[in-house]
């Protein structure tokens, strides 16, 4: 069955403490991957799409990165508005129609 | 405002009541999508329209679910007979192709 797993579910980090995300999943092919951002009472915001690996796709302090088991997502330097519960999705091959998403990572950026 | 919105924003029903919500998809997206999301987990797929025909429905959305998409544009989900569990908040998205736009979400509470 295709599955996503995020790790860690929470990560706390000092303003400027770089760190990093994981996503992996297990789908029967990679039609591409995909990373919110979700804060508190709001829908998902819409941030990459990854679609083979080794690419790679920045946005200001986040950097997206995806291999052929795992994506992560870098932030560098964080400040406390990087405050947010990311999500990744993935979208297989085999179904264009569904999209699978892990339960995300709850991130707290402390000034 | 050019993003995707739904309506209403909050739904607070008693248990065996039908509800219905609606979502406007960004004008120039042909696929819809719905989703269900209860705190710390990621959204769950529901269902996905292209232009006005449902392609593909969760096994998970028993028959009390309906979703309609007439004439490709706005989309309303119902839910008839609701039952607790069905306290959530149901998200809508669209895209055209690859990353979803996602709407900021109706929060249902069933008493």
């Known amino acids: 069955e295709d599955q996503v797993t995020q790790s860690p579910e929470a990560l706390r980090l000092q303003e400027g403490e770089s760190s990093s995300l994981n996503c992996s999943y297990t789908v029967s092919g990679l039609r591409g991957l995909f990373w919110y951002r979700q804060d508190p009472g709001k829908g998902p915001e819409f941030l990459f799409t990854?679609?083979?690996a080794g690419e790679e796709k920045e946005k200001e302090r986040l950097k997206a990165t995806l291999t052929k088991k795992e994506s992560f997502l870098h932030i560098t330097a964080p400040k406390p508005e990087d405050s947010a519960t990311y999500l990744c999705a993935v979208q297989a091959t085999d179904n264009f129609n569904k999209f699978y998403f892990g339960s995300g990572t709850k991130l707290n950026v402390k000034p | 405002d050019t993003g995707v919105s739904q309506d209403p924003r909050h739904k607070i029903t008693k248990r065996g009541q039908n509800v219905t919500f609606r979502c406007d998809p960004i004008?120039?997206?042909?696929?819809l999508y719905w989703y269900r999301q209860t705190l710390g987990q990621g959204p769950e797929f529901l269902t996905y329209f292209q232009n006005e025909a449902q392609l593909e429905k969760s096994r998970l959305l028993s028959d009390r679910f309906s979703a309609e998409r007439p004439k490709g544009s706005f989309s309303t989900l119902e839910i008839q007979r609701t039952e607790q569990g069905d306290s959530a908040m149901y998200l809508c998205a669209s895209s055209s192709t690859g990353g979803q736009f996602f709407g900021p979400g109706t929060r249902l509470t069933v008493l």
């Open positions: 990854l679609y083979s």
């Open positions: 004008s120039e997206h042909n696929r």
